[in-house]
DNA sequence: GTTTCCATTTGATTTCGGTCAAAGTACCCT
DNA sequence: AGGGTACTTTGACCGAAATCAAATGGAAAC
């Protein structure tokens, strides 16, 4: 493995990217601690990183950009087991890495620790495993969130669930509340949400199409949508409350 | 609440129940700062315990038995997604329990703490903090293993897969390694089956029926399954490798 | 022993989503 | 502009699992 500083740290002065644990911005303390032992490195977009094993004795954590864990049957089914989104961590502390492919959604910058020192910085500073924990509960949260979904949802309400989500992640990036209409670029191919859904790429175009004609949703182009009612999109995903949701 | 102390501790004098936060048996040291905080509860089978929102304000392991995490739909429709078994935690440390219920499965004793000195104490005992995260590193991963067999197995590879890990959980347990066949009883109903695997009951029922047919397993009576091959049972489980399985 | 209740099995039919196939669309590249 | 490629849509058909319904089994209660 060689890995190289590509992560100019003052492109995080304002904190855009939410990096909980290392971010250079809101935790300065905690920075210095980890900066002997962590690297930076990137990928490019549909890059797959293999990061299960012993090899790859490293624990990750997402800088910039999107990436997504899949795992993958000996045929070819496969099945997107969560998103990992800027200040997300990968890879278990603690013992081999789960076998868990890291897919590139969109260019990524990794942090990389190696993984006995992460570790006893755990021991050493506990607001870090604090921290760690919440995020992992967190992560636990969304995975119990989806099992319903994979498991009791039908293909239409798959879909709605998957775009309630994503809408509600942007529209709380971008501070626009409840109010009017939403308006977001979907980050994921038909066939990436079909793996992220349990369905086939079909299926989910059939159903982005159903709700196109039922007014759910608007496509001003095929990854660029309106929801004009988020309330209306949330019943169609089946959801009663606005409970916990992925990320 | 009523909160009445149940457990014996002596109970606990050989550790069967791996109880890793609190056994008296193997933390005796961690047990006693926990003390004075913790209260022991026992349910009866088949008992629903509402462990979400603001009033629950626990954190609650169990001591003894099984229970299950379910989450259910306006309309009935229910999922299952986890298994708690002796020495798994529930609820959400720092924050409101998530909004899912605790049906236990048989008899169960639970262990409850207060939430608030329960997080003070992870920040003071910092090695029980790592250890939370260890167990929610598991349990993360088991949810995501289980997100595949829900997206993408078919019901006869769903029935296997649970049947396979009820299995390894057993053997694991009896100390019988890999040899001959495992002999063991079925913990669940086929409703309870049905909702952990996203199917419906008479579609596990069939499944079972099929793989009986087929020689995979064996059924003394409804609930006591042999499997004469656990290798066998795998391969129908379409896993490749004996890679991560629930708890 | 027999009645009752619940879990389970089995059967008949329907339906949702998968599979296979073909056509349409946008974007990049000389 | 033309052509290639990757992504997306749509159609026709099929099959696995759901649904509806009834029968069977087994254990506790009377």
Redesign the interface.
Known sequence: MTLKAQFDHTNCSECPIRHRAVCAHCERDELEELESIKYYRSFEAGQTIIWSGDPMNFVGSVVSGIAS?T?T???G???M??LLLPSDFVG???REN???DVVATTDLVMCCFRKKPFEDM??TT??I??R???M??D???A??????V???KTAREKIASLLSIIARRDASLHQSGQTGSIIFDLPLTREAMADY??LTLETVSRQISALKKDKVITLESKRHITIPDMRRLMEEA?D??D??FLV
Do not use: K, S
């Open positions: 864990l795992q049957m000996e045929d089914r496969t099945q087991v969560g278990r502390p603690g789960a076998p868990y755990m021991v506990p607001h495993a604090q760690l924990l919440q992992t509960l992560e636990l949260d995975a119990r969130e989806w099992m319903l994979l498991g009791r859904l349990g089946g009663d409350t409970g916990g």
